[in-house]
């Protein structure tokens, strides 16, 4: 598949590497010289030195030949011009990066399809929809929905006694650690399935005698209605709901975020030390956002703003360390529920052995709502976690495609592939062994290993 990328920022150069190693026909146009050859140097992929929205340049990078062309340059005025051109010049799909809210209304996408844009992508707006789901419960990790949020994919860690954090808990009231899946599972009156086990840097799909260990982190695939169960046997009992939720850093994640968090938290405030910004952020951010001049790491103000009532402390500067060192910090408060962004992919190990919570990745978050375009098969979502090698999609099953001729355990899936669960006119379900697919499910599928492109066999 030939593939034009225009823009070598953060996210171009992600989903170069990405597509790259996917052996995708990638192609790279920046008017940058030096960000091309730095990239250029590391890939095989052919760079371009040209304006995205020269005419020329489109051409010379054979534009017509484009299965996908996506804009992903810092400028949304680019990004929509080069991408309508791309069209135009014979581009089977176009996607452009934007960062005006207004253009995501349901309403709207229609007018850019007629552009020929197919798709807009929104990194901060899809970060914060995550950011919400993930801050809901201060004793799960991390958090995705599916069908309206009746069907949940959630990540729980199972934590040991560790001297750092001045409260946390033992295992002692966890049910799990210690016994093997097959003991815990559905035949055992539990419902849930662990579709993967991250253990010393490694997600792991698990078998039926596998063992829960202490650290481990733990993925579950249930409806709403178990929440509680899993919380109970994981021996979060005490963990705080999160009613109040303190941002650090106002950029634009932080804007789009708070609108998220205040509709599902009492109280929502946010840290900015730019005096300029913190006037402009009165005006962008949700009517129940209080706005504080100051720095993230001021532990006076902090305390001052009620920093042992929060539940929640949400760390999005631009800077990753101080995002980092901003949760150790508010752990060792014992403040449960921690997120932060990580946008450097080298510290996602240092931001796990140092147990900061949730990480949020833009670059990540954007190439999941890319890639979904490359899959054969019907997908309505992707998800690439930041927490290891792995993918959850959300597949609609075509009539007579492989995975309806036979029950999922005569399917012979790729080792790595795990499915969890899925909506059947709209009423969710796990899925188990002898489930059989029908036309029009939605099914959400864990996979590790990189195994999805695998799937497509199974559901185009």
Sequence with gaps: MKIIIAGAGAVGTYLARMLSNDRQDVVLIDADENRLARIGN????MTLVRNPTSLSGLRDAEVHKANLFIAVTPN?????TCAMLAKQLGAKQTVARVDNYEYMKPENLELFKNMGIESL???????????????RYSWVRQMWEFNNGELLLLSVKMHDMNPIYEKEISNKNNQLVGHTLKEIGIAHGHNFHVVAIKRDGETISPHGDEKILPRDLVFFMTLKENLAEIRHLTGKDDYPAVK???????????VRASWKLASIH???????????????????VSPQTMILEGEGYDVDLLN????????????????????????VAARRRGIRKTIAQVENIDYFDMANDLDIGTIINKKMIAASHIYRMLLKGDVDNVKMLTIGNADVAEFVVKPDSKVTKKKVMDLCLPYGVNIGGMSRDGKSMLVNGPTQLQAGDKVVVFCTDNTLK???????
């Design 304 to 327: 001052d703003e009620g920093y042992g009532s929060t539940e929640a402390l949400i760390a999005l500067t631009a800077n990753d360390q101080q995002n980092i060192l901003a949760c």
């Design 42 to 45: 590391e890939l095989d992929i």
């Design 266 to 284: 009492d109280s929502v405030k946010i840290i900015e030390p730019d005096s300029k910004r913190t006037e402009e952020l009165q005006s962008l």
């Design 76 to 80: 949304e005025s680019e990004n929509l």
């Design 244 to 254: 109040n939720s303190l941002l650090i850093g106002g950029g634009k994640l932080s």
């Design 121 to 135: 992508i929104y990194p901060e707006l899809l970060a914060a929809e995550d950011i919400k789901a993930s801050a």
């Design 454 to 460: 695998k799937l497509d066999k199974f559901f185009k």
